[in-house]
């Protein structure tokens, strides 16, 4: 039989196995699911050669007709396809990819923070650079730091030089070289072979002897203590007997006297035994005193003394008297500034010498009235800690809240170079490299980095919960003026009178070092843009301070009102028979305070501890040219001022208002 053919339908162009399933249009419409349509759906784009509906990349939701996605199911969209992650050279910003910054091989929330670099540029701290600056290191393209006390290094672990103060040995910078080697040129050298520790290469330069059966004196190591000298015990070191002693076991007591000296019953060497220690023997006057200067003599003359008072020390020749030490020293050895035991009262002892400023590296300890060491990474301190400092050496920078010295200042802080300090950055800015809100490179939440400024899509008071053009803006706590995030600890500028206390993120008061009005509070005097936080105890004491504070100002306030109240009556009855004047309480309290809080509403410029003057709208009394005026005291009592008259024909005096109290002037 002949095959008979049907009609395709009239939207189709050809059709196959019925008349409605398609295989191809008409100009101006689709296939689509064996069915010709005029635009194809969501998820497929229209080919014109061929006039088909054909599907969308992997992971479009909507693409135009050359297959170029324009929406993204969920993925990121960036140069008409879909991403799981933006390809090298980009970061993920508000649903698409946007270049990072030039010389960033890829980045991450914002354009200049780098994650890698292209060669031959190196990464430090999220910036791409030509070389790593002091104390990095570069480690396959990345610039690692030193370790904290190393000036230079070959990796994050091996120093090759150190900052002041600290010795390399093995590798490592050290404050202080091991037993047997001693500090010089920067490094750790070895001791003389006869010393445990040292503090120079010579046999006489010990601080320790190396065998236990040797005895330490002046640096050097001896088989048994030398003559004029006593054994320390435990010590293993020798110390000089008293001047009068041949021999001693102990400082204060001889075994022998040197010639020409006896013992007396304390073991003291003098002249003769009977006599006080400050006296000498005369034949016919018995004991007599010392010359002024000696404190031990063998007769009265200045040249016959045996040992000195304070501020004299005794010239060790045949003359045997004692001379002026140097001005500032209380004991000495010597004549020179540099050979002081001790100090004079208001001096410190520095080594051998006293000053009356400890010089750098040092600071004056008022206990021991010398001046000590800093903490080594000090270069100027206040204490012995290493957050007591005040100055820096090179290549550190002080951060003046907590001081202490950095290496590189933390994030919120830039190296101010000239001052050797950490400054803060503007308070929208993560890192910074100076001053102000023009020299951003990083922002903290909520903004974005634009050309050096951190910019932000919100109003002042206001921040996003996170980044893109769809994420609403949401209020600060109220205790920020401007903030990067919610609650009180994310605050970036605060109100007047408070301090950004940055550890934290939080506003604090200032007190000005009076934390017991406050709780705790801001010393905002010493770095007014830094919060330097200080504790506030509210003692029992100021507790008991306070409270009778209170009732003293309590029973003077009632006494001087009292007083005002019986003064103004007794006037009253005095002047009954003129017009009155002064000020008086208003009998419908509720109108005139209405009238006073709406205006309170309606101005911006209201403040609470200033009177306001209303004038009364209703004319009590039409003989009367001037309109009366109410004032609000402080107490919230509503008074009404009015004129008045004296008895006599004197001229008017004005009442003035003072916030206080009411009084004539």
């Excluded at 292209?118 to 002091?134: G, I, M, Y």
């Excluded at 204060?252 to 019953?265: A, H, Q, Y």
Aim: net charge negative; charged share 25%; with cysteine.
């Amino acid at each position: 039989a002949a095959a008979v053919f049907s009609a395709c339908d009239e939207i189709c162009k050809t059709c196959n196995i019925s008349a409605n399933a398609c295989t191809s249009c008409h100009p101006g419409t689709f296939l689509h699911d064996e069915s010709c349509i005029k635009s194809c759906p969501r998820g497929t784009f229209s080919n014109t050669k061929d006039r088909r509906c054909e599907r969308c990349s992997e992971g479009c939701e909507m693409c135009a007709e050359n297959n170029e996605c324009l929406k993204c199911s969920h993925d990121i969209l960036h140069a008409g396809r879909c991403y799981k992650s933006c390809p090298e050279g980009f970061f993920s910003f508000g649903g698409g990819c946007t270049n990072c910054s030039k010389g960033c091989n890829t980045c991450d929330k914002q354009a200049d923070y780098c994650l890698s670099c292209h060669a031959p540029k190196v990464l430090e701290l999220a910036t791409c650079q030509s070389d790593c600056s002091s104390k990095f290191v570069n480690v396959n393209g990345v610039c690692r730091h030193c370790p904290s006390s190393c000036l230079t290094c070959v990796d994050e672990k091996t120093c090759t030089e150190c900052i002041p103060d600290y010795f390399l040995h093995k590798d490592k910078c050290v404050s202080s070289c091991p037993d047997g080697y001693y500090g010089g040129e920067g490094r750790c050298l070895l001791c003389d072979g006869i010393c445990a520790k040292c503090n120079g290469p010579d046999q006489d330069d010990c601080e320790k002897c190396a065998s236990s059966s040797f005895f330490l004196y002046k640096g050097e190591c001896f088989g048994r203590c030398p003559q004029g000298t006593f054994y320390v015990s435990g010590d293993k070191f020798c110390q000089d007997c008293d001047s009068t002693c041949k021999s001693c076991h102990s400082f204060k007591t001889c075994d022998e006297c040197k010639e020409g000296l006896v013992k007396n019953s304390q073991g003291h060497c003098v002249s003769y035994k009977e006599c006080n220690i400050h006296e000498y023997k005369d034949d016919q006057k018995g004991c007599l005193p010392c010359h002024r200067k000696c404190s031990r003599c063998t007769g009265a003359s200045e040249h016959q003394c045996l040992s000195c008072k304070d501020n004299y020390y005794l010239l060790k020749d045949e003359v045997k008297r004692c001379v002026p030490c140097h001005s500032t020293c209380k004991t000495c050895s010597g004549r020179r500034s540099s050979q002081c035991l001790s100090c004079k009262e208001g001096w410190y002892s520095l080594g051998q010498s006293c000053v009356q400023h400890c010089i750098w590296g040092y600071y004056a300890d008022n206990t021991t009235a010398s001046c000590e060491r800093c903490h080594r990474v000090c270069k100027e301190c206040q204490g012995p800690n290493s957050n007591d400092c005040i100055a820096c050496f090179d290549k550190f920078f002080l951060m003046r809240t907590s001081k202490q010295c950095y290496s590189s200042c933390p994030e919120y802080y830039y190296e101010d170079r000239a001052q050797k300090v950490c400054e803060r950055c503007h308070p929208t800015c993560r890192t910074c490299s100076g001053s102000g809100a023009l020299l951003c490179t990083s922002c903290v939440s909520s903004y974005q980095l634009q050309g050096g400024i951190c910019r932000s899509d919100c109003f002042a008071g206001e921040y996003k919960s996170s980044q893109g053009p769809d994420v609403p803006c949401e209020q600060c706590h109220e205790s920020c003026v401007e903030c990067k995030g919610p609650g009180p600890m994310n605050c970036t500028v605060c109100p007047a009178s408070f301090s950004l206390y940055v550890n934290e993120g939080r506003c604090v008061h200032c007190c000005h070092s009076k934390p017991e009005a406050f709780g705790e509070c801001c010393d905002c005097s010493e770095v007014p843009e830094e919060c330097k936080l200080i504790p506030g105890v509210l003692t029992e004491n100021n507790g008991h301070k306070k409270t009778a504070l209170f009732l003293a100002t309590s029973i003077l306030l009632v006494l001087s009102t009292g007083a005002i109240i019986f003064f103004w009556r007794r006037a009253r009855r005095k002047a009954s028979s003129v017009n009155k004047s002064g000020y008086e309480k208003l009998p419908d309290q509720t109108k005139s305070f209405q009238s006073f809080k709406n205006n309170r509403e309606s101005t911006s410029s209201f403040q609470r501890d200033h009177v306001i003057e209303y004038h009364d709208r209703e004319e009590e009394e039409e003989d009367d040219d001037d309109e009366d005026i109410v004032y609000m005291g402080q107490d919230g009592t509503v008074y009404r001022k009015f004129k008045y008259g004296l008895l006599e024909d004197d001229d008017d005096e004005d009442l003035e208002y003072d916030d206080e109290s009411y009084s004539f002037r």
